[in-house]
């Protein structure tokens, strides 16, 4: 029983399940769709806005000491991980439809996790000040440099031109911004409302996943989707965040980190972040094709989280043997 707990979705996952289940039975069509779509920005807006307000400008500035191991974390998440995209351009369109590759391309330009990077750190005995830092970091420059690899990529596999990113950066950069300068007069506020805005936070993100779904199923996309594709999908991203977790504990290695500075690059550097991911596939790939984009991001999403629950026990399970006594031997007298 304890093992199949242990496979068991988050509730998050289990929300975005259930959404794209309503989408599939009732999808948004007709006249209330324009409604949904504007709700929709709304909440984008709200999202990036509260990313603003709750990033601690301090404990980047804080962190900068340790500079080589925070641009270890961004070379991971923004530099090896789109290669490592690239390097799966064969798989299309032969085993993979071409929008699911692109939304595998998509997920290897998001930044890192916050909240799960820096929990995963601390259970596992890592560098948490360092994971904060280096966490918020790349969400920080995420909201700018996301799309800005989208476009450079996607260009060449028939996505977008760079003068649309800089447009839908600036979407995205504004709310951002607006939450960063307000931060010293609303930081305070957010914190003692930490649940609510955390229901709010989630509860956007289902929002644009049903408006996005619900455009996919209403444009018939999902009929053309085989199963052997979605399978095929859950392997590729499953071995994505294998590569992933075993380059960034190689780098670690050879940069000859601490063990605590190697936790913390390997659960920083090898996550994606879906609360970011999902209002940007909704404003870069604005259209029913979205529904398949966000797709890869949402198997790797609770792929990352099942295996990185289980590295984290096995990293704690290692420190708490190092830091136990010897044994010493017991002898009877004969």
Not at 21 to 37: D, K, N, S, V, Y
Not at 296 to 309: D, G, K, N, T, V
Request: a positive charge; glycine letters at 8%; one cysteine or more.
């Amino acid at each position: 029983m304890r093992a199949v707990l242990r496979f068991r979705p988050d509730d998050f996952t289990l929300a975005l399940v259930a959404t794209v289940g309503l989408a599939a039975l009732l999808p948004c069509r007709g006249a209330i769709t324009p409604a949904f779509e504007t709700a929709t920005t709304l909440a984008i807006a709200l999202l990036f806005f509260l990313h603003g307000v709750r990033l601690p400008r301090e404990a980047i500035l804080d962190g900068l000491s340790h500079w080589r191991l925070h641009l270890a974390v961004l070379f991971s998440s923004f530099v090896m991980f789109p290669l490592l995209g690239l390097a799966l351009a064969p798989l299309s369109p032969a085993l993979l439809p071409h929008p699911l590759y692109l939304g595998l391309l998509f997920l290897t330009t998001l930044p890192s996790t916050v909240q799960a990077s820096i929990a995963f750190t601390s259970i596992a005995g890592g560098n948490v000040p360092a994971a904060l830092c280096a966490a918020s970091g790349s969400s920080l420059l995420g909201t700018l440099i996301t799309p800005l690899l989208v476009g450079l990529l996607m260009r060449a596999h028939g996505g977008l031109s760079l003068h649309a990113v800089e447009a839908v950066a600036l979407q995205l950069l504004l709310p951002f911004l607006a939450g960063q300068v307000l931060r010293p007069w609303l930081a305070g506020w957010v914190v003692r409302r930490r649940v609510l805005l955390g229901l709010v936070d989630r509860g956007s993100v289902l929002l644009m996943v049903y408006t996005t779904f619900s455009a996919a199923m209403v444009a018939g996309l999902w009929h053309q989707l085989p199963l052997t594709s979605l399978a095929v999908t859950t392997l590729v991203a499953g071995a994505l965040l294998a590569a992933a977790l075993a380059l960034t504990t190689l780098l670690a290695r050879l940069l000859g980190f601490a063990r605590a500075d190697e936790i913390t690059l390997v659960f920083c550097g090898s996550k994606k972040s879906l609360v970011n991911g999902i209002p940007m596939a909704h404003v870069l790939f604005a259209g029913n094709v979205a529904g398949l984009i966000v797709l890869p991001l949402m198997l790797f999403h609770q792929l990352q989280l099942i295996a990185c629950a289980m590295l984290a026990r096995r990293y704690a399970a290692g420190r708490d043997m190092r830091a136990a006594p010897p044994l010493r031997a017991v002898t009877r007298p004969g």
